[in-house]
């Protein structure tokens, strides 16, 4: 890796912090919210449940990307930062940059993501295909 181990270190630190402030921010926000009261119609109702599921939601991806940052800085450790776990091929100093964590270089990420993808959609048509199947056999 070109870049100095200890700035890419400082930088996942600091970007550890403020993720673990995020989610303390989350976590207070939340807790402040009265639970189980109902109030107002059902439109409030159902706004505030909204807005609780989207923080729910907010917290488990700042959790994620808290985990990504630990595991970041144990490649660092080890001294595995900054190499593609797909390909093995060092991962550009832009990227880390950009997204520090990262386990993959560019092309690999995009191959990885078209592959999920597929696999994705083939899932949803197969769920598909078995709702239709079964709404045949009860008619």
């Known amino acids: ?35 189980n009261e109902p109030s107002g119609d059902i ?7 909204r807005d609780r599921e989207l923080g729910l939601l907010l917290g488990d991806r700042e959790r994620e990307k808290l985990r990504n940052i630990d595991e970041a800085l144990l490649r660092l450790e080890e001294g595995e930062y900054g190499i593609c776990e797909e390909c093995e091929e060092e991962i550009p100093i832009g990227r880390l940059k950009i997204v520090p964590f990262a386990r993959h270089c560019v092309k690999c990420k995009a191959d990885l993501e078209k592959q999920q993808a597929q696999t994705k959609r083939f899932e949803e048509d197969r769920a598909y295909r078995e709702i239709s199947l079964g709404e045949e056999e009860e008619g």
């Open 43 to 49: 439109y409030d109702q159902a706004s505030s449940e």
């Open 1 to 35: 890796m070109t870049e100095k181990p200890e700035e890419m270190k400082a930088m996942l630190l600091k970007m550890k912090e403020e993720t673990l402030k995020e989610i303390n921010k989350t976590v207070k926000s939340g807790s402040d919210a009265p639970i």
